[in-house]
């Protein structure tokens, strides 16, 4: 049974609590399978990688990327645990890491000065990623899950995922722009988390979807895109057009039009994993 993420939050929370009163400190450095993180344990990410030795380990063990991975693309890379975490799997890789999230660029920061080896591969853009690099609408970044309360204090916190939003950088980046302004030849692997706003970064990346074939992991929130009116199909269309095939990564099972609203919770998310069907 996949649970919605409030309910995640709420168990979270519960989690946090008992740490905090038996003693353990909120914040503290921790190495987890070789990378020294930052960890403030009242942050959702950080409390999953504390509790469980890692963070969305399986989109790394079950992404099936073929050859050598020379570029990766981390849209919505937060704290950077996802960026680090690529660059230490795929030993000859370049990371882009896109965040625009001033407050989790700091928390970045501090990441990468615990592990300079790493970070000499990884290459920050502070920039939203779209489908135009001029927008009519101002994005939302929501960048920090806090789990030691979940009421608003001053933050607005959205109604669902209780995600917060901080101040963000007004920058705005395509994909495709960025591989020609940087003389970047080849995608491999793209990763993107950003709350509702998939539709745009798929968008802007139609040339390296058509000349690349990339594999692609994105998080699959149908309220996050029915809330910015947009459905599924219109979503997935630049990867289908692609010849790419859909699976949940966690069932294996078809994530197709038919069966979308079978696995992805009503206020919750699965992770998918886009591979050509050549593959």
Request: charged residues 25%.
């Amino acid at each position: 049974m996949k649970l919605s993420t409030k309910y995640k939050m709420y168990g979270a929370q519960v989690l946090y609590r008992a740490l905090r009163m038996l003693g353990v400190p909120r914040f503290q450095r921790k190495i987890i399978d070789g990378i020294t993180y930052a960890l403030d344990l009242s942050e959702g990410i950080d409390l999953s990688l504390y509790l469980t030795g890692g963070f969305q380990k399986h989109l790394l063990q079950r992404a099936g990327v073929s050859g050598t991975v020379r570029t990766v693309f981390d849209v919505g890379a937060n704290s950077g645990v996802m960026s680090l975490q690529f660059v230490q799997r795929y030993p000859e890789a370049t990371v882009y890491a896109f965040e625009p999230s001033e407050y989790a660029n700091r928390r970045f920061d501090e990441n990468l000065a615990l592990n300079p080896e790493l970070a000499e591969r990884i290459v920050r853009v502070k920039s939203f990623v779209a489908d135009r690099k001029v927008v009519p609408d101002s994005y939302t970044s929501y960048s920090s899950w806090r789990v030691d309360t979940l009421r608003r204090n001053g933050h607005p916190r959205h109604p669902v995922h209780y995600g917060v939003s901080h101040e963000s950088v007004d920058r705005y980046t395509t994909l495709d722009d960025f591989c020609s302004e940087h003389a970047i030849q080849s995608v491999d692997l793209i990763k993107i988390d950003t709350d509702g706003y998939e539709y745009e970064v798929l968008q802007g990346a139609a040339r390296i979807l058509r000349e690349n074939h990339p594999t692609v992991l994105f998080e699959l929130a149908l309220y996050m895109l029915e809330e910015r009116h947009i459905t599924y199909p219109a979503l997935v269309q630049p990867l289908l057009d692609n010849g790419y095939w859909l699976s949940d990564l966690q069932s294996w099972k078809h994530v197709s039009i038919a069966t979308v609203r079978e696995l992805v919770p009503r206020f919750g998310s699965i992770d998918v994993l886009a591979v050509p069907c050549d593959r």
